[in-house]
T-cell receptor, first 114, second 109 residues
Framework: DTAVSQTPKYLVTQMGNDKSIKCEQN?????MYWYKQDSKKFLKIMFS???????INETVPNRFSPKSPDKAHLNLHINSLELGDSAVYFC?????????????FGPGTRLTVT | LAKTTQPISMDSYEGQEVNITCSHN???????ITWYQQFPSQGPRFIIQ???TKVTNEVASLFIPADRKSSTLSLPRVSLSDTAVYYC??????????FGAGTRLAVHP
């Protein structure tokens, strides 16, 4: 009965490859997010997606693209992977409401680019 | 863009009360103050949120002075399992949930 799940948990790949990370939430939330946590443990928001409205952090390269097949899923596609993309990626979701504060995070996907 | 400042690390012992203070001098009127906890190899977990004065739940208390330029997370009687990174952040919109470096709390026996 995991609330927010991500697959895979670990992903090792080579530079230049294209990969996807899947995220699913069974909480009925209407907003989902992707975050990147680098080696220094800084957690930065990449995208938020709500009712088909995508809000992008302008610092995110366009090699990253979120795709939402339905309200319960927000997958992250990454093209032409680079060494600097190595990090832990977290998916999160939020219940409906005005405040953005209470988010439910997945367990993370550790991406290693070699 | 509002940001927060908190100690990089803290040490405590089991059974003690731990207070982690966060500075947010440029907090906006519509910002809420939120604290998250993160254990190694896990995603952050929401602990508590407040706007002003004091908020208490089963896990922690949050003290916010009238000027809202700082806040203090209080963890009563910590145990070893409270060893984690604690993030103070401001939130007021889709893109305003900004995580800082966090405070690494180490609880010792």
């Amino acid at each position: 009965d995991t609330a927010v799940s991500q697959t895979p948990k670990y992903l090792v790949t080579q530079m230049g490859n294209d990969k996807s990370i899947k995220c699913e939430q069974n909480l009925g939330h209407d907003t989902m997010y992707w975050y990147k946590q680098d080696s220094k443990k800084f957690l930065k928001i990449m995208f938020s997606y709500n009712n088909k409205e995508l809000i992008i952090n302008e610092t995110v390269p366009n090699r990253f693209s979120p795709k939402s097949p339905d309200k319960a899923h927000l997958n992250l596609h990454i093209n032409s992977l680079e060494l600097g993309d190595s990090a832990v990626y977290f998916c999160a979701s939020r219940p409906p409401g005005l405040a953005d504060y209470e988010q439910y995070f997945g367990p993370g996907t550790r991406l290693t680019v070699t | 863009l509002a940001k927060t400042t908190q100690p990089i690390s803290m040490d405590s012992y089991e059974g003690q009360e731990v207070n982690i203070t966060c500075s947010h001098n440029n907090i906006a009127t519509n910002d809420y103050i939120t604290w998250y906890q993160q254990f190694p190899s896990q995603g952050p977990r929401f602990i508590i949120q407040g706007y002003k004065t004091k908020v208490t739940n089963e896990v922690a208390s949050l003290f916010i002075p009238a000027d809202r330029k700082s806040s203090t997370l209080s963890l009563p009687r910590v145990s070893l399992s409270d060893t984690a990174v604690y993030y103070c952040l401001l939130s007021g919109g889709y893109n305003k949930l900004i995580f800082g470096a966090g405070t690494r709390l180490a609880v010792h026996p």
